[in-house]
């Protein structure tokens, strides 16, 4: 695990209790291991949800401070026990595919908004002081009228996926103002990294493209003129560490990540790190084209201002350690 | 029952079978009232929620052409069977109460939210060609940044409820641009009339005012200043009719109602077309300062080129019929 110099993401974690909901996943296991690091108590649930980014590998080699518990936040019972003590509640309990969320909504309504509702209903009765941080996303944006985007941007989600995500950030800040929990919303934008989902393209593109790089086989850019701004995941766990500062309780931040880049320039990015591989350029699949957002790169401003914090993985770099990752493990997440 | 002349929204709705969600409530009752007087097949659907808005007297007289089932939307066996040749679905189903959803917020989200996927689920299988009307809420703009307030204005709740609200018009929305469903949104102002609910202000403030004054007890006017375009059940009916035309198919409109007044006005107003009764202005209550969104009137221009539409009823005629109504009916709704 890498370290970095001592700041305000890292100072005062040791011994410190915190909750990591969907800690098993993606950014949650990113998080976790970091916190494990910085010396902290850290509690994992999560329900190991098929088509998920959970995955077991995730938090291999953690330390006896990391328990983990496999339970799901859809049964109103689990959470009171959870958060009951804890002075930090990391909320990335989410289904993540905008396709699945438009085949099942119900399935997305009972995870990124129904669950949701439970841990904070748990936590205004049984952890009222704890400082919560949750993860929304760039999605509730919808197709972007001007760029960079910053937060005051009109919200206007083009699948359910992104209205469910609003509702549930709605409820973080809400309950900061009828209640008082001391919440904070980061609307991340796409984020990349090791343990990241590579099977499929359900939590990112970017999983998919890593798969076929390392399995020889080419992959497909949808469009390719898309400007995004990659946030590589240590950078993330930079920003959600400085979010549960109670100073920043009730606000909502957008965060991105490098400089935007098209998507073809992505690719071409990865394949010149990787050394090897192939994409092919297909037109966007007719039968998303409702989902497809165009450009998008976020205003993060109000966010580095507030906490100091920028990222500091340049897109090079974060695809190298990307990559190394997954060279080694690759037999485990292919 | 009143008659008015034929015109875009009466024309055409002899014979036609027509779903009414929530039919049993306030505006659901009027409006299949009205559409039993223009000849339709209607089916009423509603679960009679304790707190709702929901009488049984709400359609009392209506002919044989209308149908009335008990059932709740939430349980997703209801709704296919109810849907199954239904030319048009007037989807009123919903829970109000903006300190409810607050209280209750799991309660909320099922009836905002779950059952509405549920409903159009079941159309996307079922009544793939159904006109489809979801009466959405002015409160998903939460404190109006700018007045008066058009539909690009943005989406901000104060409340769990506009939350639900926001991601239930989305739903319908969405529904059409992938599912092809003719969907329309319209976002209606604060309503009133006969048959709304006045035992207490879960519907709406002016229910408990007008019980106020035929119990002959003064009622409480909260803050006084804030300005409302109060639009009456015959002309919110009016626009649901006008926006079932799939011309209107994936549109969102707001619907407004007499010009703008301030509640005091409008109290005033009420006094003096009751001949009788008394009011106090106390401070807007602490406890629920979080959701007094201030000033609010529609622009509700798109609606109305759009459609033709024009609300008829003054303020004075729309408060004295609403009073006539319940002066007969009074121990029955109090």
Redesign the interface.
């Known amino acids: 695990m890498e370290t970095r110099p001592a700041d305000a993401a890292t100072r005062n974690w040791a011994g410190r209790s915190v909750l990591v909901a969907g800690g098993m996943g993606f950014i949650g296991s990113n998080l976790v291991r970091r916190l494990d690091a910085l010396g902290a108590q850290v509690l994992v649930v999560d329900a190991l949800l098929p088509g998920g980014g959970a995955h077991p590998r995730n938090l291999e080699g953690a330390s006896s401070r990391v328990r983990i518990m496999e339970a799901d936040l859809r049964d109103?019972s689990v959470a009171p026990g959870l958060v009951d003590g804890r002075a930090v509640v990391f909320n990335l309990f989410a289904q993540t595919s905008h396709v699945a969320s438009?085949t099942d909504?119900?399935e997305d309504?009972s995870i990124n908004?129904?669950a949701q509702?439970?841990l904070l209903?748990a936590c205004r009765r049984h952890a009222p002081r704890a400082s919560i941080v949750y993860t929304g996303t760039r999605q509730v944006y919808g197709v972007p009228r001007a760029l960079p985007v910053d937060e005051?941007h009109?919200?206007?989600?083009?699948?359910?996926n992104?209205?469910?995500k609003?509702?549930a950030e709605?409820?973080h800040l809400?309950y900061h103002?009828?209640h008082g929990l001391a919440t904070c919303v980061l609307r991340l934008t796409n984020t990349y990294g090791p343990r990241m989902r590579i099977r499929d393209a359900r939590q990112t593109f970017v999983g998919a493209w890593i798969r076929g790089v390392l399995a020889g086989e080419a992959f497909e850019v949808w469009g390719g003129a898309q400007l995004r701004d990659l946030a590589y995941v240590d950078d993330v766990v930079d920003a959600l560490l400085r979010a549960a500062d109670p100073a920043h309780a009730g606000r909502v931040f957008n965060v991105g990540g490098s400089p935007p880049v098209t998507l073809r320039e992505l690719a071409d990015t990865l394949l010149r790190v990787a050394g090897r591989g192939a994409y092919r350029v297909v037109d966007y699949p007719a039968s998303r084209r409702?989902i497809d957002i165009g450009h998008y790169h976020a205003d993060d401003r109000r966010f580095r201002e507030a906490t100091g914090w920028a990222p500091r993985a340049g897109l090079d770099e974060g695809l190298a350690r990307t990559l190394d990752y997954f060279r080694e493990h690759f037999e485990h997440y292919a």
Do not use: K
């Not at 009109?154 to 359910?160: C, E, F, R, S, Y």
């Open positions: 109103a438009i909504p119900l309504l908004a129904q509702l439970n209903e005051s009109p919200v206007d989600p083009v699948d359910v992104g209205f469910h609003f509702a709605g409820y809400l103002r009828v409702t």
